[in-house]
């Protein structure tokens, strides 16, 4: 009763937040819950909605954490952790019973996204006591692979830097808990790029009208990674969808990313004569190829700096023809296509300095 009427607290940048703050509210409780300054906005709203307080600090979940536990200890509020504790991991177990009851045939591999772990184990933990054949693969994204890390050393460790773009999967530790359950029960963790997520959230759109937060498409993306490596085929795949709390104005730079996700587009950087024509021998010497953006620098007055993308058709294999051939006629060009500063912020450095 005491703990009851201190309330409760934690820390979370996806659905563990809105859970507690719907819980506490169903069940009169006052609840704080502490989210990184970078969350979509959707997520916050939502939580508010629920009348928890809502307390925005630092940049990741990790800074969060840190001050949901410090106001934990000074209020003498419980917090309760969005992965590493039994119960919670028995809480998130329900996603795999309720797969085992619903899907109609047995499931040869599921694949599961992986932020601080509880997603995963609990899955784990369900599926492989009923069925030990089934495959259960984890899916991170490549800027904050701490299980795969933690797989790759056999130990916890904590990450120095994260990036946030799968806010929702952004961890720098794997949770004690988890990782015990998951080195044992986990077949495999994947590791996949901001790209390959963009493209992800592009096919659970397209086949279901749905759209997807990034940490939500993790494990599509991972999938579709695993069915490329391995070529398989006529096996039961099950991906986990975990979310959709995605601000719409972020859906504008998930679709530019989505072709170079899906290998349809290369992005490159290539200089041209700063003379009248130069532009069309371009487009000439690219052949049937369409151009998808064009963004023109000033440099001097000898040659323009271009910004390109260029749709693809055969994938990677026409991109390393495309980059070769353009060489071989004298350009001279950058292949931008995994750079992820050309993609996030050189790609509208258009106009260049003024004429000297």
């Known amino acids: 009763k005491k703990e009851q009427n201190l309330g409760v607290i934690t820390a979370s940048a996806g659905n563990h937040a809105q859970g507690v703050a719907l819980a506490a509210n169903h069940l009169n409780l006052q609840s ?3 989210m990184p300054k970078t969350t979509p906005e959707i997520k916050i ?6 009348n928890a307080e809502v307390i925005l600090f630092g940049n990741t979940y990790d800074d969060a954490k840190e001050h949901a536990l410090k106001l934990s200890a000074e209020k003498g509020m419980c917090y309760i952790s969005p992965y590493d504790h039994p119960l919670v991991i028995a809480g998130q177990a329900t996603v795999g019973v309720e797969l085992l009851e619903q899907h109609p045939s047995t499931p040869d591999i ?26 259960i693969i984890g899916v991170e994204p490549d800027e904050a692979p701490c ?11 904590e990450l120095e830097q994260i990036g946030i773009f799968a806010d929702g999967a952004a961890v720098k530790q794997a949770g004690e808990e988890n990782y015990r359950i998951a080195k044992e029960l986990v077949d495999e963790i994947l590791l996949v790029s901001v790209d390959e997520i963009c493209a992800a959230v592009k096919d659970i759109f397209e086949d279901t009208r749905s759209i997807p937060e990034p940490a939500g498409a993790l494990a599509l993306a991972g999938l579709k990674q695993y069915i ?10 099950v991906t986990i969808f975990s979310g959709a709390n995605v601000n719409f104005d972020r859906l504008r730079h998930i ?4 072709a170079l996700g899906e290998k349809k587009e290369a992005l490159i950087a290539i200089m041209i004569p700063e003379s009248p024509g130069s532009f069309r021998r371009l487009c000439h010497d690219l052949g049937s190829r369409l151009i998808t953006e064009f963004n023109y620098r000033y440099a001097d007055k000898r040659m323009a700096h271009v910004f390109a993308g260029i749709q693809l058709k055969q994938g990677s ?40």
């Open 32 to 34: 704080i819950i502490v």
């Open 45 to 50: 709203d939502s939580v508010k909605r629920m």
């Open 110 to 135: 599921i694949f599961v996204p992986v932020g601080g772990g509880g997603l995963v184990a609990g899955i784990a933990a369900h599926i492989k006591a009923n069925n030990a054949d089934i495959k």
């Open 147 to 157: 299980m795969h890390q933690a797989f790759d050393l056999g130990e916890r460790i």
């Open 228 to 237: 490329a490596e391995h070529k398989i085929k006529d096996k039961e795949l």
């Open 255 to 258: 679709a530019e990313l989505s």
């Open 317 to 356: 294999d026409e991109k390393s023809a495309l980059v070769k051939q353009l060489k071989d006629k004298g350009y001279d060009v950058v292949d931008l296509s995994n750079d992820t500063v050309a993609k996030m912020h050189i790609r509208y450095m258009v106009g260049g300095h003024a004429p000297q």
